[in-house]
């Protein structure tokens, strides 16, 4: 604990994971802990009827341990898997939240996006309508669009921008604590392997989990504390010497007191409205959030107590779990293989992935390129000529420079954006195997690593500069030094490197290399078709 508390103090962005295990003091079980549902179902045991419900139920010592350190500065974001609302009733700000399953008292509107935190548990669960209506005023009178849940059904994805933005605070982060969580469950269980990462300086970041039980990345964790969280983060508290208040009443902060800036975690420029509050009975409200896509709970679902509901199998008023089925699938289908591909100007990365998709043959493979929904967008809000756009001519280039700049713009306010959509088209959903043609920043690359984490390879396109300047390519200012083009020179670990410089034998062994590698994913189930090594190292 003394090396913890000194990483604590000397980390520059600390982010905190949390699993079922640290509810389980407040009486709600978890799954797989010594006491867990799963863990006492696969001995043939009945679990442990607790007379708690989500409303009756208190945060914890940890969770109000981490509302400290997040109002000290001392954390800067949480990333929970769990449903139960502990972490914002609790007063942790909304903010520097990311609740990647959903929250039992939240429901959202499907209009306008705005989420009203409840003092009581929703009656729904599984993205569905909860029979109220917005009541958000518009210019002529108020939205009535429809609210729903946002608890997750097992095989609803996980919230976009919430998953987006825990892959982004992970990544940057210099130290990542998992606290009560098997990590078993993907893509959630992966995102503390991004703390891991090379950063830009050279540097790479800590793991520590804290733990009971034996987790999933307990070999890549610079330390493993083996204990109760709440005995763990009593002792970190007292060394780091900051008081934890009293949990009184649900107390909902929307937005933190630090002066610790998260940049571009602060806020989403144009997302959906501001998330709104409606105040009833005990809550307090402050202020504001809005949404993230893809998996399971790690708690065991309840309903509201008043009226049982039917929900994923499950019926009952306590949170005692009767039957959760261990064969519902732990993943989504997701595709067989996506190689994404980043190189400079002239590198040849267009040539090197048609070639590629000859060979794999185009009954199962299709090359998305993550600049034509860009383009197509640009296009449309600037009422320019979109097929123009697509090829290779002067009136393509008078518009790059601030077609980068408005992409740029985009990702900053949504780093997924453009990647979502090209996931989501008729050749992506017809095909097993995608090549990425033009990833060119860091939030292209963790898109992929986070949402498909077994199933992407990254694959780097090099070409020697002089290779580059006979081929056409000249250093153009504002393109050439811009993050698009060099954002992925450093800090990335690829699993190919293809190098380009004429050598027909050099670059068809690499080819024949990786077109083995793709035809091996291809024969295995999606979501588990590529191995973890790199082929670099």
């Known amino acids: 604990m003394q090396l913890l508390s000194q990483w604590v103090k000397e980390a520059r962005h600390v982010v905190v994971h949390t699993g079922?295990?640290?509810?389980?003091?407040?009486?709600?079980?978890?799954?797989?802990?010594?006491?867990?549902?799963?863990?006492?179902?696969?001995?043939g045991l009945a679990p442990q009827v607790i007379d708690v419900t989500f409303e009756t139920a208190q945060p914890t010592f940890t969770h109000m341990a981490l509302v400290a350190l997040e109002s000290e500065g001392l954390i800067h974001y949480g990333i929970s898997q769990n449903v139960d609302g502990?972490?914002?009733?609790?007063?942790?700000?909304?903010d520097r939240l990311s609740e990647l399953h959903g929250n039992m008292f939240?429901?959202?509107?499907?209009?306008?996006?705005?989420?009203?935190?409840?003092?009581?548990?929703?009656?729904?669960?599984?993205?569905?309508?909860?029979?109220?209506?917005?009541?958000?005023?518009?210019k002529r009178g108020s939205c009535r669009g429809r609210l729903r849940?946002?608890?997750?059904?097992?095989?609803?994805?996980?919230?976009n921008k919430d998953l987006d933005m825990g892959a982004e605070q992970s990544r940057k982060a210099d130290l990542s604590i998992c606290?009560?969580?098997?990590?078993?469950?993907?893509?959630?269980?992966?995102?503390?392997?991004?703390?891991?990462?090379?950063?830009?300086?050279?540097?790479?970041?800590?793991?520590?989990?804290?733990?009971l039980s034996k987790t999933k990345h307990d070999g890549r964790a610079h330390l493993k504390i083996n204990a109760?969280?709440?005995?763990?983060?009593?002792?970190?508290?007292?060394?780091?010497?900051?008081?934890?208040?009293?949990?009184?009443?649900?107390?909902?902060?929307?937005?933190?007191?630090?002066?610790?800036?998260?940049s571009s975690a602060v806020a989403w420029p144009?997302?959906?409205?501001?998330?709104?509050?409606?105040?009833?009975?005990?809550?307090?409200?402050?202020?504001?959030?809005?949404?993230?896509?893809?998996?399971?709970?790690?708690?065991?679902?309840?309903?509201?107590?008043?009226?049982p509901v039917e929900s994923n199998g499950l019926n009952e008023n306590k949170l005692?779990?009767?039957?959760?089925?261990?064969?519902?699938?732990?993943?989504?289908?997701?595709?067989?293989?996506?190689?994404?591909?980043?190189?400079?100007?002239?590198?040849?990365?267009?040539?090197?992935t048609d070639i590629l998709q000859k060979r794999l043959g185009d009954a199962r493979c299709c090359i998305l390129r993550l600049s034509g929904p860009l383009k197509k967008a640009y296009a449309d809000e600037h009422a320019l000529d979109f097929e123009r756009l697509l090829d290779a001519s002067e009136y393509k280039e008078q518009y790059r420079a601030d077609m980068i700049r408005w992409g740029e713009e985009k990702r900053g306010q949504d780093p997924g954006f453009f990647c979502r959509i090209v996931c989501k088209s008729e050749e992506a959903r017809r095909r097993p195997v995608w090549i990425i043609s033009d990833a060119r920043r860091r939030t292209d690359v963790d898109y992929f690593a986070t949402h498909y984490a077994d199933a992407t390879l990254l694959v780097r396109v090099e070409a020697d500069e002089q290779v580059r300047v006979s081929r056409g390519w000249t250093f153009t200012p504002g393109i050439d030094d811009a993050p698009s083009e060099c954002g992925l020179d450093e800090g990335v670990t690829w699993h190919y490197v293809l190098t380009n410089n004429g050598s027909d034998h050099l670059l068809g062994e690499q080819l024949d290399s990786l077109t083995r590698r793709v035809e091996q994913a291809t024969t295995a189930e999606p979501g588990h078709g590529v191995l973890l090594e790199n082929e670099n190292d």
């Open 86 to 94: 502990l972490h914002v009733r609790s007063g942790f700000p909304r």
């Open 20 to 43: 079922a295990g640290i509810s389980t003091s407040a009486g709600i079980p978890d799954f797989r802990g010594p006491k867990g549902v799963w863990t006492l179902e696969e001995k």
């Open 106 to 138: 939240v429901e959202e509107c499907e209009l306008c996006h705005g989420q009203y935190v409840r003092d009581y548990v929703v009656p729904t669960m599984g993205l569905k309508c909860t029979g109220n209506r917005c009541e958000s005023s518009k």
């Open 179 to 211: 606290l009560g969580t098997s990590l078993q469950i993907l893509p959630s269980g992966n995102l503390p392997l991004l703390t891991l990462r090379k950063k830009p300086d050279g540097s790479k970041g800590r793991l520590v989990i804290i733990s």
């Open 228 to 262: 109760r969280v709440d005995t763990a983060m009593r002792k970190l508290v007292d060394m780091l010497n900051v008081r934890v208040p009293k949990w009184e009443r649900p107390v909902i902060v929307h937005q933190s007191r630090s002066s610790v800036s998260l």
């Open 320 to 352: 005692g779990v009767t039957s959760t089925s261990t064969q519902l699938a732990e993943r989504r289908p997701w595709p067989h293989c996506i190689l994404v591909f980043s190189g400079k100007r002239k590198s040849g990365k267009d040539y090197l």
């Open 270 to 307: 144009g997302s959906p409205p501001p998330k709104r509050v409606c105040p009833s009975g005990s809550s307090e409200t402050e202020g504001d959030v809005k949404p993230a896509s893809d998996d399971k709970r790690e708690h065991a679902p309840a309903t509201p107590k008043e009226e």
């Open 149 to 159: 849940d946002t608890i997750l059904d097992w095989e609803d994805s996980l919230p």
